[in-house]
């Protein structure tokens, strides 16, 4: 076929200048890129068992690595303890002595603080993953992030839990009643930092499994019970001695922080996000090429 002539205004004939193919698919800029990033994806379930054991190994590592400042815990417990008698809200001590009273409670607590809380947060990990799928990884991040900042709590304020405090005649109800409970007592206390109790993560990991619970559940029994859950796990922490009040408001304070963080990458709350994923990384989205 012979060239395509074109007839300029002067009369003159000029031959079009060759065009450049445009691409098949046009290169994404960076921030596309990051944008598609804090997209969420399904998530792969051998991934996630990989990262949440990786996780909570490296948690429990870097804690017990944290030295055991004994005499600093003891003067922060004495404090912790002065600032509530100062707010008239030292009520740790009438509690432990009630529960411990009623044998069946306290030994139910015992096996409440030590099984719970890991069994629930297991547990709601899971059904976020297989029921809303797109809101897992937010969620997850809420998660993790909050018991990241937690080890800078431990590292920097090493705390006495109420049991360990000298002279004040808390009850260590794992071993008065011989329970297998709390990992900081009887036998397995080496096995953990027995001055890392600012801020508690039974009450950021509970509180973190109730809001998730009330936000995305559907049925009003699953919600009051996702508010009732970190409720009852505050009242054990202290009836076991194991926490101060305040230490659960340290751990409120890194949740909060964690959410913080899930927002600030997905852009929303977890439950605000689609209950599916926005892309599927089995599947690359593509784009039409033009005739």
């Known amino acids: 076929m012979g060239e395509t002539t074109v007839k300029t205004l002067e009369g003159r004939t000029a031959t079009p200048s060759p065009m450049a193919e445009e691409p098949a698919e046009p290169v994404r800029s960076r921030f596309a890129r990051f944008r598609e990033l804090r997209s969420p994806r399904r998530p792969r379930i051998w991934f996630e068992i990989l ?39 030292d009520f740790e001590h009438a509690v432990n ?20 809380h890991f069994v629930v947060t297991i547990g709601v990990l899971v059904w976020l993953y297989r029921r809303h799928p797109g809101r897992y990884a937010a969620a997850r991040l809420v998660l993790f992030a909050t018991t990241a900042v937690a080890l800078v709590g431990y590292y920097l304020y090493p705390l006495a839990p109420p049991r360990l405090m000298e002279g004040q005649n808390y009850i260590d109800t ?35 499994c109730g809001l998730i619970i009330f936000a995305v559940a559907k049925a009003p029994w699953a919600k009051i019970l996702g508010l009732l859950y970190p409720a009852a796990t505050l009242v ?9 009040w305040l230490d659960a408001v340290g751990g409120v304070i890194c949740l909060g922080f964690g959410f913080l963080v899930s927002y600030l990458w997905y852009q ?6 689609p209950r599916q994923p926005v892309r599927d990384p089995q599947r690359r989205r593509l784009r039409p090429v033009r005739a």
């Open 97 to 116: 002595h009630a529960a411990n009273s009623v044998t069946w409670l306290i030994v139910t607590m015992n096996y409440y603080y030590a099984t719970l």
């Open 51 to 89: 990262l949440i054991a990786v996780s909570y190994w490296t948690y429990s590592l870097i804690r017990n690595a944290v030295p055991e400042q004994k005499a600093q815990a003891l003067k922060n417990a004495d404090w912790i303890l002065d600032v509530e008698k100062a707010i008239g809200l």
């Open 174 to 208: 794992v071993l008065v009643h011989e329970t297998w409970g709390s990992m900081a007592s009887g036998d397995l206390k080496n096995m953990s930092n027995q001055y890392a109790a600012m801020p508690s993560m039974h009450i950021g990991w509970s509180l973190w």
């Open 236 to 244: 054990v922490i202290v009836a076991t001695a194991n926490h101060f």
């Open 268 to 273: 929303a709350l977890p439950h605000r996000l």
